[in-house]
């Protein structure tokens, strides 16, 4: 038996889906409470000291927490190559605003404490305000558009034409997912500096994350609302081939039905939203009762119940076309093939374990408190 046919096809395929959804949650419960702390800086930091306590609350962390970005972005690529193709030259302004954005934020966490001007300062921490804000947006607003299907086609030798533009990515249920990322975020962000900050901080913290934790319910209920009344799902019409070759033009697919249909056929879905909203309002309840470690927990829950109702609801569909449904991308014709699914596999088993403990040792010794007394006498603290 050859090696690779141990795990069948289409198993392979489902992994790989199941391993990017990890990834993804990944980079937004580590990646993401860095970015809610740079959307939080102006408000719950008001003086210089405070905003060297909140940025240095992340400032040992905000590095490695990339790795899960980099890897979902490389996991695409590799596992998934019409996806990565059509998003990242569909969303391209998109991506553009995005990384320029996250440029911004290293080049201020460097930089911003290189002088004492006063206006220098200021400056930086702007950056790292739309360093955080940004992206927390942008992502949200991918989503959306995702959801609602995506104008690309693909020509009979398989070119890709995308006919949507920049601002038509800026639709208003793309824009209530975005605002949703951008809650949800915050929240994080805030659960982080509760745990890790204390004083005025850590206060403002509270109540700004008590709001976010808030708007992340309501906006979360209206997305679904909004889902299930007004954005038709997609739907498979033709045999399904799950061992087949890749190529999304080899079935028939139709703009109609609904993404709530999963949960009818396998109702244990249904955990994927009942996390999403018992974390956040857990996590409000956290915040008030003044819970540190239980609020972060539950913040961490709602970010995978939200994130994993995405890709249930849409689940075979990875990236439906609104042009030609037939072009959706799929789970079962969008992947690369079953040997490059399966080495990628091997090597995933080996080094995604040393990436997790890797990164709880790093928080295990850098856990405890960042203080105003450690930021005023220099007693370790890197920005």
């Given at each position: 038996?050859?090696?690779?046919?141990?795990?069948?096809?289409?198993?392979?395929?489902?992994?790989?889906?199941?391993?990017?959804?990890?990834?993804?949650i990944a980079f937004a419960t580590t990646g993401g409470f860095d970015l809610g702390v740079g959307t939080l800086l102006p408000f719950v930091a008001k003086t210089d000291t405070e905003r060297r306590v909140a940025i240095n609350s992340v400032g040992a962390t905000w590095e490695g927490n990339q790795v899960w970005l980099i890897l979902g972005g490389g996991a695409i690529f590799a596992a998934w190559p019409p996806l990565y193709a059509v998003s990242f030259s569909g969303f391209y302004l998109a991506m553009f605003a995005t990384l320029f954005a996250l440029i911004l934020r290293p080049v201020g966490f460097k930089y911003r404490s290189k002088r004492e001007s006063p206006r220098w300062r200021n400056n930086w921490d702007w950056a790292l305000f739309v360093g955080g804000f940004?992206?927390?947006?942008?992502?949200?607003?991918?989503?959306?558009?995702?959801?609602?299907?995506?104008?690309?086609?693909?020509?009979?030798?398989?070119?890709?034409?995308?006919?949507?533009?920049?601002?038509?990515?800026?639709?208003?249920y793309a824009l209530l997912c975005g605002l949703l990322s951008v809650?949800?975020?915050?929240?994080?962000?805030?659960?982080?500096?509760?745990?890790?900050?204390?004083?005025?901080?850590?206060?403002?913290?509270?109540?700004?994350?008590s709001l976010a934790a808030f708007a992340a319910i309501l906006l979360f209920a209206l997305g679904g609302i909004f889902l299930a009344a007004g954005v038709d799902g997609y739907r498979i019409t033709s045999e399904i081939n799950t061992v087949g070759p890749s190529n999304p033009l080899f079935k028939t697919a139709e703009h109609a039905g609904t993404w709530f249909a999963n949960y009818g056929t396998y109702p244990w879905l249904l955990i994927a939203p009942a996390c999403g909203f018992a974390g956040a309002a857990l996590a409000l309840l956290s915040m008030r009762a003044r819970l540190e470690v239980t609020t972060l927990l539950f913040s961490k829950l709602s970010i995978f119940g939200i994130i994993s109702t995405v890709g249930v609801s849409m689940f075979p569909f990875i990236l439906p076309s609104s042009l030609d449904p037939r072009a959706s991308?799929?789970?079962?014709?969008?992947?690369?093939?079953?040997?490059?699914?399966?080495?990628?596999?091997?090597v995933s088993a080996i080094f995604l374990p040393l990436i997790f403990l890797y990164t709880a040792w790093v928080y295990k010794v850098l856990w405890g408190k960042v203080d105003e007394k450690a930021i005023t006498d220099k007693s370790g603290h890197a920005y």
């Open positions: 038996m050859i090696l690779h046919e141990l795990l069948d096809y289409d198993t392979l395929r489902v992994i790989w889906w199941v391993l990017l959804g990890v990834l993804l940004v992206p927390s947006l942008i992502f949200g607003v991918a989503v959306g558009n995702v959801l609602q299907g995506v104008p690309f086609r693909f020509a009979d030798d398989m070119r890709i034409f995308y006919e949507g533009t920049f601002f038509g990515l800026l639709n208003p809650a949800m975020l915050v929240m994080h962000g805030a659960a982080w500096l509760i745990l890790k900050t204390e004083g005025p901080v850590a206060e403002r913290a509270r109540h700004y994350g991308l799929t789970v079962w014709d969008a992947s690369s093939s079953h040997m490059t699914l399966f080495i990628m596999l091997v």
